[in-house]
């Protein structure tokens, strides 16, 4: 009889953050559209990494994702990863907070990311930010800067 075990398989060079923050413990995430074989729910699962589960847009063009905090939160550290596999794209993301209930916003980052398949096509960043207490943060996404034609992507996006 042959012995066997079955082990997990191992996360996929997962962005390593100190006091990373459970969303799905303490915020309501709202997004403008998503693909029922790609939601937003994979941005925040364990499967990181280039091949990691991901969200893509239903509709193309700008998109949002907004974290929605149950209480003021302290953030320090925001990590996200994007793979394209597909698309040559120049994708322009921005990551905003809002102290005061979502009513006003303050901008930290713009970054864009340029994919070309099958060279270039994921992007890793982890930016140190400190906002004080937020009770919002967003992300702007302009999923083919310049076209308005493709469709918004996100791999993981961490927030610590």
Known sequence: MLRKQVIPKPSRGSIPVEGEISIADVATVQVT???????IDNVFDPSRGPGGSRWIADAPGEQSVI???DHPQTIRQIGIEVEELAVSRTQELSISTSSDGGRTYREHIRQE???SPPGTSFERELWS???GAVTHLRLEIKPDKGRHVGHATLTSLIVA
């Open 33 to 39: 559209s998503e693909q029922m074989e790609h939601p």
């Open 67 to 69: 974290l929605v905090f």
């Open 113 to 115: 990311f340029t994919f």
């Open 129 to 131: 930010i400190s906002p």
